[in-house]
């Protein structure tokens, strides 16, 4: 598990990802939108959890606040060890490099950079090592594209190069907002079972989808409705293998 070495602030719980009555409220011209309220969540090392909730329900809120990209309005997370509510600026930059890599339903890539370049471009943010953007393309099967710029490849690749980028950073927590949304089921099977190769091989992983069908490969769904779980279990029906999805 990550550790931000300099965090003055440690976590004594074993959960990986920790959300405590975490609430998030926007005004709007006197107008409250809570767009969370009063979540609590634990997410274990290794888990594949999808969170299901029809748009609007506060997926992608709740993504973002895992990811440190938005604060709550009250409440308490810490990932990976790290209170971030609590935490200074300069050490939730070193969390967005060090623990979280985000996957996009709208891929997200640079157009003006090729294949490779995008993936060596989440390499050098992190100063890894930029020979590793060819093996982590060859992971996801892009071996042969890597030369080609985003507009040159279909839906699908552009969303493998996107989870290359991800994997490319080592982050230990993959976060996937709609990461089949724009792709059509054969492809978006296809990134599920990437998706679901990386938690085989240690990655924790959380996926927002509005598709019922999708949160039947997770090991855990939880639901959210207006800001708030309805429910957190297995997939109601059993667990589905990939192969066995329609939508
Ligand atoms: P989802 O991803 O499930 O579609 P969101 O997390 O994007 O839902 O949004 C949850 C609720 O919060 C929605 O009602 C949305 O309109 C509202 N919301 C999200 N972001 C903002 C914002 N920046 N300002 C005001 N309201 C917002
Ligand atoms: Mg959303």
């Not at 602030?9 to 990986?16: C, F, K, Q, R, V």
């Not at 930059?93 to 979280?100: G, S």
């Not at 093996?135 to 190069?161: A, C, D, M, T, Y």
């Amino acid at each position: 598990m990550w550790m931000e070495p300099t965090s003055t602030i440690e976590d004594d719980s074993e959960a990986l990802i920790r959300l405590e009555n975490v609430s998030k409220r926007y005004d709007m011209n006197s107008i409250i939108v809570t767009a969370l309220d009063s979540v609590d969540l634990q997410v274990d090392e290794g888990e594949f959890l999808v969170v299901l909730g029809p748009s609007g329900s506060g997926k992608t809120t709740l993504l973002n606040m895992i990811g440190a990209l938005d604060s709550p309005t009250s409440g308490d997370i810490s990932v990976a060890g790290m209170n971030i509510t609590g935490a200074h600026r300069k050490e939730l930059f070193a969390f967005r490099r060090r623990a979280v890599a985000f996957i996009f339903q709208s891929f997200n890539l640079f157009p003006g950079l090729t294949a490779l370049e995008n993936v060596q471009f989440a390499i050098d943010i992190n100063k890894g090592d930029r020979s590793e953007a060819q093996h982590v393309l060859e992971e996801v099967g892009l071996g042969e594209r890597e030369r080609h710029f985003p507009h040159e490849l279909s839906g699908g690749e552009q969303q493998r190069v996107a989870i290359a980028r991800a994997l490319a950073t080592g982050n230990p927590v993959l976060l996937a907002d709609e990461p089949t949304g724009e792709l059509d089921f054969r492809t978006g099977v296809s990134i599920l079972e990437l998706l679901q190769e990386q938690v085989k091989s240690g990655k924790t992983v959380l996926v927002v989808t509005h598709n019922r069908e999708i949160s039947r490969v997770a090991d855990r769904v939880v639901e959210l409705s207006s800001g708030r779980i309805v429910s957190d279990g297995p997939s109601k029906g059993g667990r589905a293998a990939i192969s066995d999805l329609h939508w």
